[in-house]
């Protein structure tokens, strides 16, 4: 073995990889000790299986997400059967099957949920770089866009869209992305408004560095706590703006399932007074996913910036 000394730029690369590594380490550690972030996890997992599973699960039961079974899914009256053998979670109005339906319709709620949140991110942290690191002209236009979108009413545009263009999954999440980059736009834009002037920026400009590489080298890197923690946390919202919009008619069009538009069908004509596992099921499984991603967002937030935490209990 070489007893030769590193020279400095190897000797600099070697600390900056065993500090990446131990910093991952210990983050991954800090997370896998807080009981609520694997519980969080879990459930996470469990829901996504079940998402995936939902042909499987069709085919299990012999029942489609859409099938009608009117003589052993009804009463004679009308009224939709309990969670019994045959439906385990009980029928909907129609008689369908509300478990293969839930299935289905986590479907929806993970791909709008993610889909929606990954690229609401994109743009939140393109247009808030671009403006703290701008700063003047652009900074001001660009900052004006995002009070203007925050200023319009959710619902009122929504409905406006869908009279128009009609409802669909991918008007779902374009209004779900409209409405969600602008919070994580505003927390990159004062993040780089701190970062701008710092020492390691103004090293970066003395040597001769582009703007948009001193943005993707040396600011970007400094971010990934709050692009992590705050993306984690869209989700959530993602996916209850889209039951949301659904349970209003404005979002999935039925018979395709979706969380919202079962518990639209609950509500509908009171039905939920008689059959309450249409509630309580899609409601459970919504209620669950959120606090999950809500747990999660916690836990990386508090694993990713232990010293942030810290100072908040002192306080």
């Not at 800090?30 to 996890?41: C, E, F, G, T, V």
């Given at each position: 073995?070489?007893?030769?000394?590193k020279?400095?730029a190897?000797?600099a690369?070697?600390s900056?990889?065993?500090q990446?590594?131990g910093?991952?380490?210990?983050?991954l550690t800090r997370?896998l000790?807080d009981p609520?972030?694997?519980?969080?996890m879990?459930a996470?997992l469990?829901?996504?299986?079940f998402?995936?599973?939902?042909p499987?699960?069709a085919?299990?039961t012999?029942?489609?997400?859409?099938?009608?079974?009117?003589e052993?899914?009804?009463?004679?009256?009308?009224?939709?059967?309990g969670?019994?053998?045959?439906?385990l979670?009980?029928?909907?109005?129609?008689g369908r099957?509300v478990?293969?339906?839930?299935a289905y319709?986590?479907?929806?709620?993970?791909?709008?949920?993610v889909?929606?949140?990954?690229?609401?991110?994109v743009?939140?942290?393109?247009i808030?770089?671009?403006?703290?690191?701008?700063?003047?002209?652009?900074?001001?236009?660009?900052?004006?866009?995002?009070d203007l979108v925050m200023?319009?009413?959710?619902?009122?545009?929504?409905?406006a869209?869908v009279?128009v263009?009609?409802?669909?999954?991918?008007l779902?999440?374009?209004?779900?992305?409209?409405?969600?980059w602008?919070?994580?736009?505003?927390?990159?834009?004062?993040?780089?408004?701190a970062?701008?002037?710092?020492?390691f920026?103004?090293?970066?400009?003395s040597?001769?560095?582009?703007?948009?590489?001193?943005?993707?080298?040396?600011?970007l890197?400094?971010l990934v706590?709050?692009?992590?923690?705050?993306?984690t946390l869209?989700?959530p919202?993602?996916i209850?703006f889209?039951?949301?919009?659904?349970?209003?008619?404005?979002?999935?069009?039925?018979p395709t399932?979706?969380?919202?538009?079962?518990?639209?069908?609950?509500?509908?004509?009171?039905?939920?007074?008689?059959?309450?596992?249409m509630?309580?099921?899609?409601?459970?499984?919504l209620?669950?996913?959120?606090?999950?991603?809500n747990?999660?967002g916690d836990g990386?937030?508090d694993?990713?910036?232990?010293?942030?935490?810290?100072?908040?209990?002192r306080a």
């Amino acid at each position: 073995m070489s007893l030769m000394p590193k020279t400095p730029a190897a000797a600099a690369r070697a600390s900056t990889e065993v500090q990446a590594r131990g910093s991952g380490r210990l983050t991954l550690t800090r997370l896998l000790r807080d009981p609520a972030s694997i519980a969080s996890m879990i459930a996470i997992l469990l829901i996504i299986v079940f998402a995936l599973c939902a042909p499987l699960i069709a085919a299990w039961t012999g029942h489609g997400p859409t099938e009608q079974f009117r003589e052993t899914g009804l009463t004679p009256e009308g009224i939709p059967v309990g969670p019994n053998s045959e439906f385990l979670f009980g029928t909907d109005q129609l008689g369908r099957d509300v478990l293969v339906r839930l299935a289905y319709g986590a479907q929806v709620s993970i791909l709008v949920g993610v889909l929606a949140s990954i690229v609401a991110s994109v743009i939140g942290i393109a247009i808030g770089t671009i403006a703290g690191f701008s700063g003047g002209v652009v900074d001001t236009v660009l900052s004006r866009t995002m009070d203007l979108v925050m200023s319009v009413p959710f619902l009122l545009c929504a409905i406006a869209l869908v009279s128009v263009l009609g409802p669909s999954l991918s008007l779902s999440i374009a209004v779900i992305v409209f409405f969600s980059w602008t919070g994580l736009a505003r927390v990159i834009r004062g993040q780089v408004l701190a970062l701008r002037h710092r020492e390691f920026v103004e090293a970066a400009r003395s040597l001769g560095a582009s703007r948009t590489s001193i943005m993707f080298r040396d600011i970007l890197p400094n971010l990934v706590v709050p692009i992590i923690v705050y993306t984690t946390l869209m989700i959530p919202a993602a996916i209850v703006f889209e039951a949301t919009l659904s349970f209003l008619g404005l979002g999935i069009v039925p018979p395709t399932p979706s969380w919202g538009n079962m518990l639209a069908d609950a509500a509908n004509g009171s039905l939920y007074l008689v059959a309450w596992w249409m509630v309580v099921v899609p409601g459970g499984a919504l209620l669950a996913l959120t606090l999950a991603f809500n747990l999660l967002g916690d836990g990386l937030r508090d694993a990713l910036d232990p010293a942030a935490v810290s100072k908040g209990k002192r306080a």
